[in-house]
Each structure stands twice: as structure tokens, then as C-alpha cells.
């Protein structure tokens, strides 16, 4: 092989790994760039229910700093978290019937990629009539202004049938509305009944635009009450004896003073209005989400699971 011929062939091979360079950069330019993520989890179970710790790193192990993780099994949602110097960490007083795995399922961030990862969990055995809270989804993303809805789910265990009532808590009360559609729901059987949650954010509502005045209506409100005043004024002033105009213009007088009283009122709300609302700030949000029962009447049970809210 000549020479000539030897430098075209590197030349070729040069050019095309240049190629192959630039279509990779341009697949993560347009997959935003987002770095992918590995996801452990570990379980410790106690009595009835269990801590879960949910580690997500990138492939060279450096934490993720932003997202959520939901903590998923074949009945629903258990809650989530959000992820904190690559940790989430979600307790749970009591695991549903029947569980026998939970899936720690990472949302992705703004520049880390969603991944997931199973772990084996078992429910304590059958013990006194109870009910399970799950939720799905568990974890929420809106812009201010807009909504969203989350099925929860309650499942009778071991003859429940008593009436569960539903609330929420933790969010903030001015701007983020918690509405239940039943607020409460009652099991008469061994199936699960359902309600839905729909979480409303309150977005910015602006300034007030200042009303458009005529002169011709600015003048008319100041000049009727000065007409009225000075009629008044007139009759009060005219020695006729008659108690009729004596009595129209003290009336005349005090239609006056209520005209500009109101006048100056309204002038000085069109002029400074109050100011707008900005609505939810964007940030993340934990939202407590409860289940109360009275048992038979005789005792009380309840069981909460925590819902994360992103505003963006």
C-alpha cells in the first residue's frame, strides 16, 4: 500500500469518528442533556411498617440534588420524597395487605434522567380491622395556575367497614387548595373505594387596570354634590320663614357632604387599587395527605402518606 493511499484510509476513518462524535453530541444536546441515573433502595421493617431510603447517583456515583422518588407497590403508591444530596427517605406506619415488593421509582430532575429499582417488602400478618391509604400518583409537577389530580385509594382489611374521612395538610393554605371528590368514602365491602384529590395552585393575578374616566364623569361628580351644597346653602340663607326650604336645604347639604365622601372614595381606589397576587411561589411543597376511621365506634384509626408538589 502506498503511502498516498495509507493517509487517505486515516483520513477516512478520522472523519468518520469526528462524524460519530458530533451525532452523539447532538443526541444529548437533544435529549436535554440529561444525565442518567442509578437508583438503590433499602428497606428496614418494624412492626407493620417499614422505612425506605432511596439513594439516586448519576453512573459515576455523584448524587442527584434535585427530583422526587415515589415508593410504589401492586396497590398503590405508599408516598414520596423529595431527593436531598441524593437521598429520599419515606416512613410508613403500617404496608398494605399483601405486599411483597416495593419499586422506589425516581422522577428525574432538570438534568438527571428517571430510573428505578425494586426491593422486597412483606406485610405484617392479618390482625384487626384496618384500612390501607395509598395514592397514585404520589408526586406532582405544575406551574402556578393549573392542577392536578391524584386518585387515593382505600382498601378494606380484615372486615373493615367503617367510614374513612379524608384531609390534607401541610400546604400553603393562601395559594394551594386541597379539594376531595367524596371527602368520604365507606368500604361496605372487601373492595377498595376510591376519591379524587385535586390539588389547585392559585397563579398570579396581576394589577388592576385603572378604570377609564371621562373628564365629562370626573366633573360631574364633583360639581352635582357643589350644586347641591350651594342650594342648600341658598335656602338656608333666605329669611322667608318657610321651614319647607329650610328643611330641603339642610337635605341638599347632607346629600352634599355624602356625594364628595363617596366621590373621594371611589376616586382614590380607581387611582390606587390593590395590589395583585402573585399566587404559589415555585418551589417544592410536602402535602400530607390523612385518612381517619372510628372503629365500631369504640376507638379511633388513621393513616397519612406524604404527596410532593413541584411548582415550577
Do not use: W
Amino acid at each position: 500500500m502506498s503511502l498516498e493511499l495509507l493517509r487517505q484510509g486515516i483520513g477516512s476513518r478520522a472523519a468518520k469518528a469526528a462524524g460519530l462524535v458530533l451525532a452523539v453530541c447532538l443526541a444529548a444536546a437533544i435529549a436535554g442533556a440529561q444525565v442518567a441515573t442509578r437508583t438503590h433502595l433499602s428497606v428496614a421493617q418494624v412492626g407493620q411498617g417499614a422505612t425506605f431510603t432511596a439513594k439516586v447517583a448519576d453512573v459515576a456515583g455523584n448524587p442527584a440534588s434535585n427530583g422526587s422518588v415515589s415508593f410504589v407497590t401492586a396497590k398503590g403508591s405508599l408516598g414520596s420524597a423529595f431527593v436531598e444530596n441524593g437521598v429520599a427517605t419515606l416512613t410508613v406506619e403500617k404496608l398494605p395487605q399483601g405486599t411483597g415488593s416495593v419499586t422506589a421509582s425516581y422522577s428525574g430532575g432538570e438534568s438527571y434522567g428517571a430510573s428505578a429499582t425494586t426491593a422486597a417488602a412483606t406485610a405484617a400478618a392479618a390482625g384487626l380491622p384496618d384500612f390501607a391509604l395509598t395514592a397514585t400518583p404520589s408526586s406532582v409537577s405544575v406551574t402556578p395556575g393549573e392542577f392536578a389530580n391524584i386518585t387515593v385509594t382505600v382498601t378494606p382489611e380484615n372486615g373493615f367497614t367503617d367510614m374513612v374521612t379524608l384531609s390534607c395538610s401541610g400546604q400553603p393554605t393562601t395559594t394551594v387548595k386541597c379539594v376531595f371528590s367524596p371527602t368520604t368514602l365507606t368500604p361496605l365491602t372487601a373492595a377498595a373505594v376510591t376519591s379524587t384529590l385535586q390539588i389547585q395552585t392559585q397563579g398570579p393575578s396581576g394589577t388592576s387596570a385603572k378604570a377609564e374616566r371621562s373628564p365629562s364623569t370626573v366633573a360631574f361628580a364633583f360639581v352635582l354634590p357643589g350644586v347641591l351644597a350651594l342650594a342648600g346653602l341658598g335656602a338656608l340663607r333666605k329669611g322667608s320663614g318657610i321651614g319647607v326650604l329650610r328643611v330641603l336645604g339642610l337635605v341638599a347639604l347632607l346629600g352634599a357632604g355624602l356625594g364628595l365622601g363617596a366621590c373621594s372614595e371611589r376616586y382614590g381606589y380607581l387611582n390606587h387599587p390593590p395590589s395583585g397576587n402573585p399566587g404559589v411561589v415555585a418551589g417544592t411543597y410536602t402535602i400530607t395527605l390523612s385518612g381517619y376511621a372510628s372503629i365500631n365506634g369504640t376507638s379511633v384509626t388513621g393513616h397519612s402518606l406524604n404527596l410532593t408538589l413541584t411548582v415550577k
